[in-house]
């Protein structure tokens, strides 16, 4: 069945550092891919998104790249902020919607100033 | 933005009784909630699916008997874990549809611990 693998964490980083959070993914057919934030206290909340090979969804100063090639849709941050500090999980959509996703076991970032 | 109210966020219950979960759409109408369920160092596993008036659709290897869905209004869709076992303990996320836009808003998660 459909998988995701997402590094595991938790990652610490200082203020402005690059980040990098790798995600991989198992599917049949062509998913839609998610990253999700979870901030302290919060829900999840949808980040950013990519619907087909090659796409690059982006917010906030984070993107990701949908890569058939190497099933992969790493997150990636320049330069981070305290702010940033919270829980990512990567998910994908089957049959290319978010009907019902599939997640990885999420990545607990914390960036110290 | 569109909120998903999820009540209590911390729960913890003698092995036996029954809890029950809320979910509330606070500002839209929910077509469609979502019930998820993480252990420790784990994925949220998709438990089941339910749409407003109509019965839930389990995931395989979920029991419907022991894991009750009740989504009667557009709102409001409830979880009721019943006789609780100490392997029941985990973190209960809901999710919401809404109906108009078709975006997925996430509760905040309720964490059952069963003694």
């Known amino acids: 069945g459909d998988s995701v693998t997402q590094m595991e964490g938790p990652v610490t980083l200082s203020e402005e550092a690059f980040l990098t959070i790798n995600c991989t993914y198992t599917?049949?057919?062509?998913?839609?891919l998610f990253w999700y934030v979870q901030y302290p206290g919060e829900g999840l909340q949808l980040l950013l998104k990519?619907?087909?090979?090659?796409d690059k969804g982006s917010n906030k100063g984070f993107e990701a790249t949908y890569r058939k090639e190497t099933t992969s849709f790493h997150l990636e941050k320049g330069s981070v902020q305290v702010s940033d500090s919270a829980v990512y999980f990567c998910?994908?959509?089957?049959?290319?919607?978010?009907?019902?996703?599939?997640f990885g076991k999420g990545t607990k970032l914390t960036v110290n100033p | 933005g569109a909120v998903v109210s999820q009540h209590p966020s911390r729960v913890i219950c003698k092995s036996g009784t029954s809890v029950k979960i809320e979910c509330r759409s606070l500002?839209?109408?929910?077509?469609?909630m979502f019930w998820y369920r993480q252990f420790p160092k784990q994925s949220l596993m998709l438990m089941a699916t339910?749409?407003?008036?109509?019965?839930?659709?389990?995931e395989q290897g979920v029991e419907k008997d022991k894991f009750l869905i009740n989504h009667a209004s557009l709102t409001l869709s409830t979880l009721t874990v019943t006789s609780a076992h100490p392997e029941d303990s985990s973190f209960y996320i809901c999710?919401?549809?809404?109906?108009?836009?078709?975006?997925?808003?996430f509760g905040s998660g309720t964490q059952l611990s069963v003694l």
């Open positions: 999710s919401a549809r809404d109906g108009a836009s078709e975006k997925l808003f």
């Open positions: 990519a619907t087909k090979a090659d």
């Open positions: 998910a994908l959509g089957s049959q290319g919607g978010s009907e019902k996703l599939v």
């Open positions: 500002d839209f109408q929910a077509t469609t």
């Open positions: 599917a049949t057919g062509y998913p839609s």
């Open positions: 339910s749409n407003e008036g109509s019965k839930a659709t389990y």
